[in-house]
């Protein structure tokens, strides 16, 4: 009976790599991010802004599957389909805006996600080759037009956005786009670069692992290069005028995150630097490289496994095929009238309900309820599309 868990054409490795992507973001947002002495942990400085990073690349990995897979539009009506998505990017963005007025002590990046998604539609026609030159491009040009606009915009706020926000519509709209913690300008390169991926044949093991090889290949240049770059007492002087600082002292200040962009304002040199979330080149790059190990590590493992290997996988991971909920669910567990700050097993806890739930959804072919809600206009277009077509 279990055999049956893993539906035809179904890309098990995605669901996994989104639940690591979940329990990744858990991690940085439960444990402690450095250690006694002050060194940044090993879970930081692990999933420290890459969590979040493959979270952004599958997103576009299912807007592709969503709108075709391989064959944009395929087997469907372009218009109704975009419709359908840009009705659950809104519909993502308001459950966001719902979450951002609890106290959660969390940058909620659902808000941000669901605009990421709209600025994500209108590149859904084309191919995987022309996707993944144009997230190249993107890479290089959209940090440098964030640091140039952000001196011009609103202040931005700290804040996760809420529905009060929507008082100060160009405030919140600069936060989302530029200046907030998860800049959906900037951080389109990281959804193109997923769309891109969606649209190639990702069944079997060979491609998936070239894709960890290329992605390994593509972190490892991006943070030396930077590196090699920051070495530079020029730079290192621009990044950090108050005191003189080593190389290794100023890796250790850039290990903190940057909460979403570089310093507003600040030198063009920050533009050279590896931290998370901070939205540079070469940030944006390791992300991506991150991504696709992790993405193709998983699908590959996933096919090379006998079948009741997958199906075990598939119930393992049941919590990456319902993401939204379960992200939902533990920014609620974070705040102090659900779960108790300061608690020694919190993460253990965390980590238990989630993926407790989403194996009890696997094995019980369920929808997650917000999965459901937010997909529910595109069902309901394709359904009136068939109706018509009778």
């Keep these: 009976m279990l055999s049956r868990l893993v539906r035809p054409g179904r890309l098990v490795g995605i669901d996994v790599a989104r639940a690591i992507a979940l329990v990744g973001m858990i991690a940085t947002h439960v444990l402690d991010g450095r250690t ?42 372009p218009a109704r389909t975009v419709l359908g998505l840009a009705a659950r990017a809104v519909l993502i963005a308001l459950i966001g805006l719902a979450l951002g007025e609890l106290e959660t002590g969390l940058a ?26 144009l997230a190249a491009g993107w890479v290089v040009a959209a940090p440098a037009v964030s640091h140039l606009v952000r ?15 929507l008082a100060e519509p160009g405030r919140l709209l600069a936060d989302l786009l530029l200046t907030g913690y998860y800049p959906a300008v900037p951080w389109l390169g990281y959804l193109l670069a997923g769309i891109a991926l969606g649209r190639i044949d990702l069944r079997g093991w060979r491609v998936p692992l070239g894709l960890a090889a290329s992605g390994a290949g593509l972190a490892i240049l991006a943070t030396t290069a930077s590196r090699m770059l920051t070495a530079s007492v020029e730079v290192r002087q621009s990044i950090h005028p108050f005191a003189p600082l080593s190389h290794d002292e100023l890796l250790k200040v850039l290990g903190e995150s940057q909460h979403g962009a570089t310093p507003t304002g600040g030198p063009w040199q920050w533009l050279l630097v590896v931290s998370p979330h901070s939205a540079t080149p070469f940030d944006l790059a390791q992300g991506i490289g991150s991504a696709l190990v992790v993405i193709g590590l998983a699908l590959a493992i996933a096919d090379v496994l006998p079948s009741p290997g997958t199906t075990a996988l598939a119930v393992a991971g049941g919590a990456g095929a319902m993401t939204l909920t379960l992200y939902s669910l533990h920014a609620v567990m974070k705040t102090p009238t659900v779960w108790p700050t300061e608690q020694p097993d919190t993460f253990v806890w965390h980590l238990v309900v989630v993926l407790g739930i989403g194996a009890g959804f696997a094995v019980s072919g369920q929808r997650g309820p917000l999965e459901a809600l937010v997909g529910w206009p595109g069902r309901a277009l394709r359904r009136s599309t068939a109706d018509s077509t009778r």
């Design 108 to 133: 909620i990046i659902l808000a941000y996600y669901g605009v990421l998604f709209l600025l994500g539609l209108p590149f859904l026609a084309l191919r995987a080759r022309s996707l993944a030159l």
């Design 36 to 77: 006694a002495t002050g060194e940044l942990t090993f879970v930081q400085e692990l999933a420290g802004g890459r969590a979040s990073a493959l979270f952004a690349v599958l997103a576009g990995v299912s807007l592709a599957l969503l709108s075709g897979g391989t064959e944009p539009f395929r087997d469907r009506e």
């Design 151 to 165: 001196p011009e915009l609103p202040p931005r706020s700290y804040d996760s956005p809420d529905f009060e926000r």
